[in-house]
């Protein structure tokens, strides 16, 4: 597929390029027209389903942050378009098959001279946010959203075009979360294997005599029997009190190009910094000590800042901080909780924390192991968000005309 591109500048405004016009939304292809959204695709409020009536079934009920759950009945004929009443609100869902629209959501009622891919993805660009109302709780506008005019080509075909184009993109996004996802959950199973001891890697796992090592008892259960038990505070030295928290008040005054780091990462950059090392933060309080949706232990290294959420800790020589850093990531924290209204892991807890000490040798390669997957998946990562990016700029210039598909 060919594809014809119109630069726009500054001069848009007095000079119109070829093929396009000027409207009241702006500049766009000659053929294509202005609508209301109410025109070409009508919102209706969903309807309740309380949680007593429903049941499990072939048919997906579709709240205002999406697919939640099933039913045995549905309401409407898909595909469907749906975007938040209440609740969650800008987020918008596509439902190929037929389905039940909660009455969280608005549904779309009809697909008037329209292909419903292509209108998934221009109520995406839109940002339904903007037709919030109600200061209690907020819910969408229908009526503002309704009067609301925006540019579409008026041939189906070139919207479907245009559908298909984005809908290849967001496979390749999901391909890409799959392959990460993936990656991730071999690491999780390899680690459980290596930071236990369960399996050895090849070079420790026999005894000079040429027998398998065997396991012996310990504070921590099972162990290899060449391995150690050792207290955290033997295993670093914590640097809690160089921490200096900095409120985000004063850090606008402060911005650069040092990291400055909270409980679970990067808050902020600012132009000065506290520390210049390889280093262990262990998030000190926050949800994420019992949720766990972020890393809990990190490494950071070179100069950065750390305010007073985040435990500073140093490996001793005996210890591989990548060994170390994903051992403490593995552990459950939920019973070393010492918060009530926020959970929190205070430092004489941290400082009792058992850890599994096999040789330095044996340490350094399991962390090259965790630094080599870790790697794989950062590369994954940064592949996946570049092409985000570059869904964004084609929804941009596709979506608005700027470039053609012919």
């Not at 090849?202 to 050792?230: C, H, M, N």
């Not at 606008?252 to 520390?275: C, L």
């Not at 019992?290 to 020589?317: D, E, I, Q």
């Amino acid at each position: 597929m060919m594809i014809q591109q119109n630069l726009f500048n500054v001069q848009d405004e007095i000079n119109t390029p070829v093929g396009y016009k000027k409207t009241e939304v702006g500049i766009i292809p000659e053929d294509w027209i202005i609508r209301s959204i109410g025109d070409f695709a009508p919102l209706q409020r969903g309807f309740d389903l309380p949680s007593r009536l429903r049941k499990d079934g072939l048919y997906p009920v579709i709240y205002s942050n999406g697919f939640v759950n099933t039913h045995t009945e549905y309401k409407v004929k898909g595909p469907g378009i749906l975007t938040g009443r209440s609740g969650t609100i800008g987020k918008v869902h596509y439902v190929e098959q037929n389905y039940w629209p909660h009455n969280t959501s608005l549904w779309v009622t009809k697909f008037n001279e329209v292909d419903p891919k292509f209108i998934y993805f221009l109520f995406s660009k839109i940002g339904f946010e903007r037709f919030l109302s109600g200061s209690g709780v907020p819910t969408l506008n229908r009526n503002d959203a309704h009067s609301f005019m925006i540019q579409l080509p008026k041939s189906i075909e070139e919207q479907k075009k245009i559908a298909r184009v984005l809908s290849d993109t967001d496979a390749l996004i999901s391909e890409l979360a799959k392959i990460i996802e993936k990656k991730q959950a071999i690491k999780t199973a390899t680690m459980q294997q290596l930071l236990t001891g369960t399996t050895r890697l090849p070079e420790f796992a026999l005894r000079e005599d040429g027998t398998p090592k065997g396991y012996k008892e310990s504070e921590l259960g099972q162990i290899p029997e060449d391995w150690g038990v050792a207290l955290l505070a033997d295993a670093v030295t914590f640097l809690d009190g160089l921490r200096k928290p900095v409120k985000a008040s004063n850090r606008s005054t402060k911005q650069g190009v040092y990291p400055y780091y909270g409980a679970s990462g990067i808050v902020d950059y600012v132009d000065d910094y506290i520390f210049d090392d390889n280093l262990i933060l262990l998030g000190e309080d926050g949800e994420n000590i019992l949720s766990r949706n972020l890393p809990l232990a990190f490494k950071v290294s070179g100069k950065v800042w750390v305010n007073n959420h985040a435990h500073v800790m140093k490996p001793r020589p005996d210890f591989n901080i990548s060994y170390l850093t994903e051992f403490l990531e593995s552990l459950d924290y939920s019973l070393l909780n010492s918060g009530t209204a926020q959970p929190k892991l205070n430092k004489k807890t941290c400082m009792n924390i058992k850890v599994l000490k096999p040789s330095l040798a044996e340490q350094i390669l399991i962390g090259n192991i965790i630094d080599e997957m870790d790697q794989e998946i950062l590369l994954g990562i940064k592949r996946l968000n570049k092409i985000k990016s570059i869904k964004q700029g084609m929804m941009q210039e596709l979506l608005t005309g700027k470039t053609r598909l012919v």
